[in-house]
């Protein structure tokens, strides 16, 4: 008869509402910040009878959620290099930097001297057998 136990995996992030901590960090600063940028909108501004401040706070808030998934699929350092690559801010071509080489052989090795060649044991001169 077969068990079922319970397994904490220690590696899985902890998840709330689907989001990391962090990510619900962000989350809050970006409705925040997008209340106040909608609120200080001119009034004037209308798109069919809708305050231009409601799309840009479903933008702001919209991205916000965007970028916290995209850190789930790739680190931050990861989209910073790609964004900076095809943007064409980074040299393409890298050439390396002389180098002096390195001398041989080393100065700071010292070889001992060789001791002459020689067999442990000595051949005995035999007679050949008559």
Do not use: C
């Amino acid at each position: 008869m077969s068990q079922v136990h319970k397994v904490i995996v220690l590696n899985k992030p902890l998840k709330i509402f689907d989001f990391t901590p962090i990510q619900l960090i962000m989350h809050v600063i970006s409705v925040v910040s997008a209340l106040l940028i909608a609120t200080n909108m001119p009034k004037e501004w209308k798109f069919n009878n809708v305050p231009a401040g409601v799309f840009v706070f479903v933008a702001i808030v919209g991205a916000s959620i965007v970028l916290g998934k995209m850190s789930e699929v790739k680190p931050w350092m990861w989209w910073k290099n790609l964004v900076i690559y095809r943007l064409g801010l980074i040299p393409t071509t890298i050439v390396p930097k002389p180098e002096p080489a390195p001398l041989y052989p080393d100065p700071n090795i010292i070889e001992t001297k060789k001791k002459t060649e020689g067999y442990y044991v000595e051949a005995q001169d035999q007679a050949a057998p008559r």
